[in-house]
Structure formats: structure tokens, C-alpha cells
């Protein structure tokens, strides 16, 4: 059924019509843009961002990827060298997401904030900031950078409390006492951009578990690929990415490591007005607390649809969801598909999305 019959079927005040919206302009709904282009079904880009690039345009600036530009690619044009040393920067990231998506002449509305998306009739409704889209299919690509995860800590640290998506240079905490807290490639990223320029105490739940040296980007999608396939058909769980470690030894995180200056401390017990203290009553000051402790899939424009379980996940059948098939979910990490959440492994992703949604959709007709 075409979108514009949706709108006379109870969407009523619809200011646009797509057979599929993709909620999202980053890496992910890039992705899905190239191959819904391939499949030629209309579509709609809606993102929330004014400029090109997603996440990518708000890491630190110190932020790189995890492996070569070969090896960073989304489907049908591979990413063009870096000529800098080491792997490509974010800024090398978000000139190549910006020339893609003009390579494939991408339909995308910027600054349009996805508000909610609703069942409306036989199809979905996407309310905006700014109008209402009547869509049959919609593909959520929104990430995880937009909900920073902070962990509740008893206590009256009166310094500054700010979390990876807060941090942009060293700079800015010359001299101070500085807390980073967190195990994952953040926490020890961070951590090692601000050794020698701020008082640098690194706190970890566990001691730091970091992958081979030579294991990069590309390495890591195999890994996830293997294990999506083994679980697929029923061998052992080989545990994937998580089996191997936490942390990806990139050049400046290997080098203070080797120097022995990326010695953690545990996980502290509270924060008292000036810092945290430990179980052993031993303390640290600090004028901040960089909290590099995850995030979770920014779904909020997803509630009226009640999808969410007891345990808070929503369930899917790869990245199609199971209450709501005519909803897709791309881009989230493993939950929707081996290294989704890369450049490299959402491609693959979001081809079997697009091919699932255009094989509904001809049923439909």
C-alpha cells in the first residue's frame, strides 16, 4: 500500500509521505539509505542533527578510529586514505560521511527531531519538531551517543561531573586533579589523553583487559561475525569481542600503558565533597570526575509503541522488531547485528533490514 493511501487512514495533519523513514542520519541510517536506494523504495532520511556526521562530529578531539580507512567503509565506497600518521581521525570520518551521502544523493531533512513514532492504520506514523510523516516501514538508526549512561553515587562531590560525551581536550584540565572511571576504550582513551597534562587518577571495576596489539577494527567485525554465525547455528557462544577484552591498544593507549603510566585504581566507594574514598579509607581529591561509563540505545522516540519488556530490551528477529514488524532497529551494537554499531559491519546489517522490509512490502503491495 502506497504511503499517501496511509495518510487518508487515520494520519491526519501529515506533512510528508515515505514507503520507508529512516529515524537517524549518522553511519547507520547511511547505510540504510544506500541500500533502500539499491532497492528502490521511496524514502526519507529525518535527522536531528544540522550537519553531516552523526556522533562523529562531537568526540574528543583527540578520537580515532580503530583501524585503517580500508577497513572503515560503508557499503559501495570505500572510505579514502588518510593521509596523517597513524588511523583516520573523526574529522576524517565525518568529511567521508558527508561526501557519501552526496555520492548517493541521500534524501536527508536536518534539524528534524524525531518526537515520537506511533501505529496509525496500516502504517506508522513519525511525529517531528516540525510535521508528522506517514510511512509503512520505519528504520530507528539513532544510536547510543544522545543517552549517556551515569551511574548513581552516594555522596556531595561538589566538583565538576562530566561524562565521555562532555570531553573534548586535555587542555581545558592542565594541572588538575582529574578522575576518569570507566575500563572500556572511553575510560582508557581518555585516561591516556590526559597523562601528562592533568593529574590523572584512572579507576576501573576491574583490572583493565586489553585486546592483542594487533588486533584493529577489521579484526573485531570478524570476531562478532563468527560469533553471530555460531550462535546461528546452535555451536557454542564463543563470546565474541567481549572474549578477547575490553580495550583496543591504539598507538597513544599502548604507548602510556608500555610507559607504565596507566596504572588503574578500583572501583571507589563513594564521593565525598572533594573526591572519591575507598572501602580502605584512603581518598584522592579532585576538581573532576570524567565519567566514561557507556551508553544505552536512545529510544525515547519509540514509546508510544510499548514495546519495551520486563527487562528493558525490545525484542527482535534480527533487526526487525518482533511486536512491531513494521519497525527496524539498526545500528544498536549486537543486539541488532554483529558490529553493527561500526562503519564497517552496519552495511552488512542494514542490507538484510532493507531486504526484509522490501520483501513486506511487496507482499503489501
Given at each position: 500500500?502506497?504511503?499517501?493511501?496511509?495518510?487518508?487512514?487515520?494520519?491526519?495533519?501529515?506533512?510528508?509521505?515515505?514507503?520507508?523513514v529512516v529515524v537517524g542520519g549518522g553511519q547507520a541510517g547511511l547505510a540504510a539509505g544506500y541500500h533502500l536506494r539499491r532497492a528502490g523504495l521511496d524514502f526519507v532520511i529525518l535527522d536531528a542533527q544540522a550537519e553531516p556526521g552523526g556522533a562523529w562530529t562531537h568526540g574528543?578531539?583527540?578520537?580515532?578510529?580503530?583501524?585503517?580507512?580500508?577497513?572503515?567503509?560503508?557499503?559501495?565506497?570505500?572510505?579514502?586514505?588518510?593521509?596523517?600518521?597513524?588511523?583516520?581521525?573523526?574529522?576524517?570520518?565525518?568529511?567521508?560521511?558527508?561526501?557519501?551521502?552526496?555520492?548517493?544523493?541521500?534524501?536527508?531533512?536536518?534539524?528534524?527531531?524525531?518526537?515520537?513514532?506511533?501505529?496509525?492504520?496500516?502504517?506508522?506514523?513519525?511525529?517531528?519538531?516540525?510535521?508528522?510523516?506517514?510511512?509503512?516501514?520505519?528504520?530507528?538508526?539513532?544510536?547510543?551517543?544522545?543517552?549517556?549512561?551515569?551511574?548513581?553515587?552516594?555522596?556531595?562531590?561538589?566538583?565538576?561531573?562530566?561524562?565521555?560525551?562532555?570531553?573534548?581536550?586535555?587542555?581545558?584540565?592542565?594541572?588538575?586533579?582529574?578522575?576518569?572511571?570507566?575500563?572500556?576504550?572511553?575510560?582508557?582513551?581518555?585516561?591516556?589523553?590526559?597523562?601528562?597534562?592533568?593529574?590523572?587518577?584512572?579507576?576501573?571495576?576491574?583490572?583493565?583487559?586489553?585486546?592483542?596489539?594487533?588486533?584493529?577494527?577489521?579484526?573485531?567485525?570478524?570476531?562478532?561475525?563468527?560469533?553471530?554465525?555460531?550462535?546461528?547455528?546452535?555451536?557454542?557462544?564463543?563470546?565474541?569481542?567481549?572474549?578477547?577484552?575490553?580495550?583496543?591498544?591504539?598507538?597513544?593507549?599502548?604507548?602510556?600503558?608500555?610507559?607504565?603510566?596507566?596504572?588503574?585504581?578500583?572501583?571507589?566507594?563513594?564521593?565525598?565533597?572533594?573526591?572519591?574514598?575507598?572501602?580502605?579509607?584512603?581518598?584522592?581529591?579532585?576538581?573532576?570526575?570524567?565519567?566514561?561509563?557507556?551508553?544505552?540505545?536512545?529510544?525515547?522516540?519509540?514509546?508510544?509503541?510499548?514495546?519495551?519488556?520486563?527487562?528493558?530490551?525490545?525484542?527482535?528477529?534480527?533487526?526487525?522488531?518482533?511486536?512491531?514488524?513494521?519497525?527496524?532497529?539498526?545500528?544498536?551494537?549486537?543486539?541488532?547485528?554483529?558490529?553493527?554499531?561500526?562503519?564497517?559491519g552496519v552495511g552488512m546489517t542494514a542490507r538484510a533490514a532493507v531486504a526484509d522490509i522490501k520483501a513486506t512490502l511487496d507482499i503489501g503491495g
Amino acid at each position: 500500500m502506497a504511503a499517501e493511501t496511509l495518510a487518508s487512514e487515520g494520519l491526519g495533519g501529515v506533512t510528508g509521505t515515505a514507503r520507508v523513514v529512516v529515524v537517524g542520519g549518522g553511519q547507520a541510517g547511511l547505510a540504510a539509505g544506500y541500500h533502500l536506494r539499491r532497492a528502490g523504495l521511496d524514502f526519507v532520511i529525518l535527522d536531528a542533527q544540522a550537519e553531516p556526521g552523526g556522533a562523529w562530529t562531537h568526540g574528543w578531539d583527540s578520537l580515532r578510529l580503530f583501524s585503517p580507512a580500508r577497513h572503515s567503509s560503508l557499503p559501495g565506497w570505500p572510505m579514502p586514505p588518510y593521509q596523517g600518521p597513524g588511523y583516520p581521525t573523526a574529522g576524517h570520518v565525518v568529511d567521508y560521511l558527508a561526501a557519501y551521502e552526496k555520492r548517493y544523493e541521500l534524501p536527508i531533512l536536518r534539524s528534524e527531531t524525531v518526537t515520537a513514532v506511533s501505529r496509525a492504520g496500516t502504517g506508522l506514523r513519525v511525529s517531528t519538531d516540525t510535521g508528522t510523516w506517514a510511512a509503512e516501514a520505519v528504520i530507528s538508526a539513532t544510536g547510543t551517543w544522545w543517552r549517556p549512561f551515569l551511574p548513581l553515587m552516594p555522596g556531595g562531590f561538589t566538583g565538576r561531573r562530566l561524562h565521555t560525551v562532555d570531553y573534548r581536550s586535555p587542555k581545558e584540565f592542565a594541572g588538575q586533579d582529574v578522575v576518569v572511571v570507566g575500563g572500556g576504550n572511553s575510560g582508557a582513551q581518555i585516561a591516556a589523553d590526559l597523562v601528562g597534562v592533568a593529574n590523572l587518577t584512572w579507576v576501573t571495576r576491574r583490572p583493565p583487559r586489553y585486546l592483542p596489539d594487533d588486533i584493529d577494527g577489521k579484526a573485531l567485525f570478524d570476531v562478532a561475525t563468527r560469533r553471530r554465525q555460531a550462535i546461528e547455528t546452535g555451536r557454542p557462544d564463543t563470546a565474541g569481542v567481549a572474549g578477547l577484552g575490553d580495550i583496543v591498544a591504539v598507538p597513544p593507549v599502548r604507548e602510556t600503558r608500555d610507559a607504565g603510566l596507566l596504572d588503574p585504581r578500583p572501583m571507589f566507594a563513594r564521593l565525598d565533597s572533594d573526591g572519591p574514598a575507598w572501602t580502605d579509607g584512603s581518598g584522592c581529591r579532585a576538581d573532576a570526575i570524567i565519567w566514561c561509563t557507556g551508553f544505552r540505545p536512545a529510544l525515547g522516540h519509540l514509546a508510544p509503541l510499548r514495546l519495551r519488556t520486563t527487562h528493558g530490551r525490545i525484542p527482535t528477529a534480527g533487526t526487525r522488531v518482533v511486536a512491531e514488524p513494521r519497525l527496524h532497529l539498526l545500528g544498536y551494537g549486537d543486539w541488532t547485528g554483529p558490529a553493527s554499531a561500526t562503519l564497517i559491519g552496519v552495511g552488512m546489517t542494514a542490507r538484510a533490514a532493507v531486504a526484509d522490509i522490501k520483501a513486506t512490502l511487496d507482499i503489501g503491495g
